[in-house]
């Protein structure tokens, strides 16, 4: 009898423990939005909206790239809302007929270039490729002024940079670059003995640790660092640092839209965006919100940024990857 | 036909069914599939693979690691063995246990603490080397194809180990005495005649390094990727991670690639050296004559050490000390160290929460569902001694001599909508993976228990008139308890660590704990994974000694 009692059992506790498994009543996210300041904007969220609980999926934008197109070949689609950074993007998930049409209760407020003209998609914020460099290895009057010094001998295998297979923020700022100064900069950097690690928080820890001297990388983490006391300074380099607006999308058949818009309207309302500066320095995409302590805000931004032509991003894509992948990854 | 008869073929019918249905059907797919292009049947795929400079130079690299990688293991391998079994080696029982603890150690975690050891820019002991005088840069490259090999060979060396040893128990010591008694010295003996007697069992250690190490993930993902060396399963990572349905179709032909060169090391071992090894080795225990190792003991005593020291010491030590760092790159004074990044891990941390409790679940499901399973295809294959049942012992061992790349994305292929069910970014995906690698595991424990039932038990049950089920709940199952039990452990160890399946599988609600760990380590976030790392050494090492102290001895990955 025994035998048979923890036979019952096990098979007992394998459906408890699902139960525990299985999320409640939830609307999921994928975002690149890095994972601590995610849990922070999460908490206030929810505490705004009790009844509505927020699965974040955490990754970098290749990757969820890379996921969310399997799912829709598969029809499993599990995001409600995709938060990425690639602006580029937002435009062919709108070709394909995947996101929903919407309009944020404060759309107007944004500034103009951050939001889709048909109403698909609204940016949330706005991250900036800049370069950054570690202030205890390197004086400030020494640190590189532009892209172009990247390439300079002082900096040889002391520069790092993230994968644009994996960071969407990358891939934009490596189309940014490449029309501007063509695959020859790369091809420079790979002589330069660049390294490439996965996301941009890599490469902000590994110049932070001083791992490597000098850096590509996303501004607010630099910002975010340097204000707990890494000795880790951030630069616009003078050719323009790339802005990249990085837009919220409801998808189209989510069941929970009335939910998700609640999460585009926290994110884009005054108070959505103060959070969002205090919690992960990010600038700030109303011009009614202070931005960090020493950042421009959105409208100095984008006068010093490089054009960056997101059709041209959008459409070669898979080249861009590829291209970039044989000069730096193999 | 009556009711007996028929819950005993609904009951083994559906094992089988089930069997061929999550193992088979998969596998089957990924091979068909590979040779299907655009609805034609024709070698396009592999044509496509094997254009591409990348995967050229992947495969090249698969190879070079998983030769490197056997030999290395094989001279660490046999030497200890011949030490720790051959020798007066002092305290050789408990090295003995100790060059096993590699095994227990996930493959990932070791690479993560080597990464920290030997990084050329700031690994601990590249900056402990430059206090000394005249070293002024770092000596050591783990991202490189040595590093890699050292890394591997550090981990699967106790394949080699464990069935040398073993071997060299058993050997026949009389064909040594005759040529001791001949005149032959140590040196001549070992050479002539011990080595090759030796020569299959090394072989057979040997493959099972091999199949280990070119099917292995974490290591030349956390290693050979940061200097852009590539082997076949980081390549199918990156194909899937970056080309979304696409890189899974990319991912085909070299899926089959690495299948092909396992399963032909295996047959190989199969086929060559099953003929071989027989005759040398024999069947009584008998007590082999120690080679007094006189002046010689303090040295290999302490080159045991070494080697303790380095597979296991040296590798914990830094990922603990990590895990107390305050933040990656500050000095380890006192006041750096915290236990923030456990508290963090266990408490605060949403993602490495979820990891562990579906870690727990998908572990403590598929070690179940894979022993109830199993035990019945272990019934038919001691019962009916058939072709059919041979062909059921192949099928259920096939998806644990592959590697798991493979098993996964044969998965992916099946589950994902086009064949009715759809378990694509569920847990039962991770789960069905899980027990159809690990199945064999459950088939052998059961079936070597069973086979050791004699039939007069169940005659008499019979006789007496119970029925099947009777007698199966009241004498089989009782009988076989502890293969059954020791059998679930050996399943739950290691899906509890799982990382090379668990990564390609995994969706927004089913982070496992080796994905957390290799997320968080890619992120360069040290101390974090560092934690959480330790944590899952820890239970897993202390698993394995209860499970071995459990079964005596006798069991233990």
């Not at chain 2, 027990?435 to 006789?463: E, P």
């Not at chain 2, 599988?505 to 968080?520: C, H, M, N, Q, S």
């Amino acid at each position: 009898m025994k035998i048979s009692r923890i036979f019952i059992f096990m098979i007992l506790m394998v459906f408890v423990l699902s139960s525990f498994v299985i999320a409640e009543e939830t609307i999921t996210i994928y975002t690149s939005v890095p994972t601590e300041i995610m849990t922070d904007i999460k908490d206030s969220f929810e505490k705004e909206h009790p009844n509505i609980k927020l699965n974040v999926f955490r990754s970098g934008t290749g990757t969820l790239q890379a996921k969310i197109s399997t799912e829709v070949e598969t029809d499993n689609l599990q995001a409600d809302i995709v938060w990425l950074a690639d602006f580029a993007y937002y435009e062919s998930l709108k070709k394909q007929g995947l996101l929903k049409k919407f309009t944020p209760n404060e759309a107007d407020k944004l500034l103009p270039g951050f939001k889709d003209k048909d109403g698909y998609y609204y940016a949330g914020r706005v991250i900036n490729m800049i370069i950054a460099y570690n202030n205890n290895l390197v004086k400030e009057s020494e640190s590189p002024n532009s892209w172009k010094d990247l390439s300079e001998d002082k900096w040889y295998n002391q520069c790092v940079m993230a994968n644009p297979e994996y960071s969407g923020a990358a891939i934009s700022a490596v189309g940014a670059i490449v029309s501007n100064y063509g695959w020859e900069y790369y091809e420079e950097l790979r002589e330069n003995d660049v390294d490439v690690v996965k996301g941009n928080s890599t490469v902000a820890n590994k110049i932070a640790s001083g791992e490597y001297k000098t850096g590509i990388v996303l501004d607010y983490m630099i910002r975010g660092m340097k204000a707990k006391g890494s000795p880790i300074e951030l630069k616009y380099p003078e050719d323009g640092i790339i802005a990249i607006p990085s837009p919220i999308g409801i998808m189209k058949n989510t069941e929970k839209s009335s939910a998700c818009i609640d999460f585009a309207n926290y994110i884009l309302s005054q108070k959505g965006q103060e959070t969002l500066v205090k919690m992960g320095s990010f600038i700030p995409v109303r011009g009614d919100v202070e931005p960090p302590m020493g950042a421009p805000n959105a409208t100095e931004l984008m006068e010093q940024s490089m054009d960056t032509d997101w059709k041209y991003i959008e459409e070669n894509l898979d080249e861009i990857k590829n291209k970039f992948g044989d000069i730096m990854l193999y | 036909m009556n009711f007996e008869k028929k819950t005993k073929w609904l009951v083994l019918g559906g094992a089988t069914l089930l069997l061929l249905l999550i193992v088979g059907f998969p596998l089957l797919l990924i091979i068909l599939k590979s040779f299907i292009f655009e609805g034609e049947l024709s070698l396009q795929h592999y044509i496509n693979a094997f254009v591409s400079k990348r995967n050229i130079v992947a495969f090249s690299n698969t190879l070079q690691v998983g030769i490197g990688t056997t030999i290395f293991s094989v001279i660490l391998g046999s030497s200890l063995a011949w030490l720790v079994v051959r020798t007066d080696l002092p305290h050789k029982n408990i090295f003995r246990t100790l060059f096993i603890i590699p095994y227990m150690i996930p493959p990932f975690v070791g690479a993560i603490a080597w990464s920290l050891l030997l990084s050329p820019r700031n690994g601990y002991f590249n900056k402990f080397i430059q206090l000394l005088p005249g070293i002024n840069e770092s000596i050591f490259n783990v991202n490189s194809m040595f590093g890699l090999i050292w890394v591997m060979t550090l981990y699967f060396f106790p394949f080699v180990f464990i069935i040398t040893s073993g071997a060299l128990e058993r050997m026949d010591p009389t064909l040594e005495e005759v040529a001791y008694a001949s005149g032959a010295g140590t040196f001549k003996v070992m050479k002539d005649i011990t080595l090759p007697l030796m020569a299959p069992s090394i072989m057979g250690g040997a493959l099972l390094a091999f199949v280990a190490s070119i099917a292995n993930f974490g290591i030349p993902a956390l290693i050979g990727m940061p200097a852009r060396l590539h082997v076949l399963t980081t390549m199918i990572y990156s194909h899937i991670y970056s080309g979304g349905f696409d890189g899974i179709k990319r991912s085909l032909s070299l899926s089959s690639v690495l299948m092909i060169t396992s399963i032909s090391a295996l047959l190989f071992n199969y086929f060559y050296l099953k003929k071989k090894a027989f005759t040398i080795i024999a069947g009584k225990s008998m007590r082999p004559n120690l080679v007094k190792l006189r002046k010689w003991k303090t040295p290999f005593f302490i080159l045991a050490i070494f080697v303790v020291a380095i597979t296991v010491l040296a590798p914990s030590i830094s990922i603990f000390i990590t895990s107390l760092l305050k933040g990656w790159g500050v000095d380890f004074s006192l006041q750096n160290l915290t236990l923030d990044n456990y508290i963090y891990v266990l408490f605060e941390y949403d993602l490495t929460q979820k990891a562990m409790k579906n870690s727990f679940f998908f572990a403590f499901s598929s070690a179940t569902i894979a022993m109830i399973l199993g035990s019945f295809i272990a019934y038919i294959i001691v019962n009916y001694d058939n072709k059919f049942s041979k062909f059921l012992e192949i099928i259920s061992t096939i998806p644990y001599t592959i590697p798991g790349t493979v098993v996964a994305v044969a998965m992916i292929l099946a589950w994902s909508g086009n064949y009715v069910l759809n378990l694509y970014n569920t847990f039962w995906i991770i789960i069905v993976a899980y027990v159809a690698r690990y199945i064999s595991f459950s088939v052998r424990t059961t079936s070597s228990s069973l086979k050791q039932i004699h039939h007069s038990l169940i005659d008499a049950s019979r006789i007496s008139g119970a029925n099947w089920l009777t007698t199966l709940k009241n004498i089989i199952i009782p009988l076989i308890k502890p293969g059954l039990i020791a059998g679930w452990f050996l399943i739950f160890m290691p899906t509890l660590r799982e990382l090379t399946m668990s990564i390609l599988l995994w969706g927004p609600k089913t982070v496992t704990i080796g994905v957390a760990v290799f997320e968080l380590q890619e992120a360069g976030y040290f101390q974090i994974s560092a934690a959480l790392a330790s944590l899952l050494l820890i239970v897993v090492l202390i698993g394995n000694f209860l499970v071995r102290l459990l079964s005596k001895g006798k069991l233990g990955i």
